[in-house]
T-cell receptor
Framework: NAGVTQTPKFQVLKTGQSMTLQCAQD?????MSWYRQDPGMGLRLIHY???????DQGEVPNGYNVSRSTTEDFPLRLLSAAPSQTSVYFC???????????FGSGTQLSVL | DQQVKQNSPSLSVQEGRISILNCDYT??????FLWYKKYPAEGPTFLIS?????DKNEDGRFTVFLNKSAKHLSLHIVPSQPGDSAVYFC????????FGTGTSLTVIP
């Protein structure tokens, strides 16, 4: 039972580079979301999706893009990486938008 | 503006004693509250939840209490075990989930 799978686990980028963080779930969850965790800030919502083809912004969406072409996948794109995007990123999914979240193991991103 | 607050960054408890982790929230519209546990280099895992229509929910050694008038919830772990050492996040659900900043619990053998 894979649950929520995130890749890569670690990534180092240079300022201005772009990359995509991958997230896939095999639980047929409609709701998927991306969070970032920073020291002293808790988990903050970046973007979320309530189903295939539907995405919306969370609390801290600037500098990130998402798309949801299938129920299973919800990639997070950094268009032009900045040092302020150095963080640990978690993907999460749930059956609906008001049910408990299942989290991936995280991606530690450093932007130099 | 933090809608969910955990004012204690850390807590140390002796094995076998009770651990009490606290959480405060500001939005009275929140209707669902959760606790997550996080080990280093892993994602948060769901621990226990409570609906706003209840004031207590138990699951084994874990009990969550909700005081709506005070906008306060707490997680009690009895008895505490060394394997409980982790960071605990509380979360509240309105139109999205809002997380606290976490409390690092250390259970001393």
């Amino acid at each position: 039972n894979a649950g929520v799978t995130q890749t890569p686990k670690f990534q180092v980028l240079k300022t201005g580079q772009s990359m995509t963080l991958q997230c896939a779930q095999d639980m047929n969850h409609e709701y998927m979301s991306w969070y970032r965790q920073d020291p002293g800030m808790g988990l903050r919502l970046i973007h979320y999706s309530v189903g295939a083809g539907i995405t919306d912004q969370g609390e801290v969406p600037n500098g990130y893009n998402v798309s949801r072409s299938t129920t299973e996948d919800f990639p997070l794109r950094l268009l032009s990486a900045a040092p302020s995007q150095t963080s640990v990123y978690f993907c999460a999914s749930s059956l609906t938008d008001n049910e408990k979240l299942f989290f991936g193991s995280g991606t530690q991103l450093s932007v130099l | 503006d933090q809608q969910v607050k955990q004012n204690s960054p850390s807590l140390s408890v002796q094995e076998g004693r009770i651990s009490i982790l606290n959480c405060d929230y500001t939005n009275s519209m929140f209707d669902y509250f959760l606790w997550y546990k996080k080990y280093p280099a892993e994602g948060p895992t769901f621990l226990i939840s409570i609906s706003s229509i209840k004031d207590k929910n138990e699951d084994g050694r874990f009990t969550v209490f909700l005081n709506k008038s005070a906008k306060h919830l707490s997680l009690h772990i009895v008895p505490s075990q060394p394997g409980d050492s982790a960071v605990y996040f509380c979360a509240a659900s309105g139109n999205q989930f809002y997380f606290g900043t976490g409390t690092s619990l250390t259970v001393i053998p």
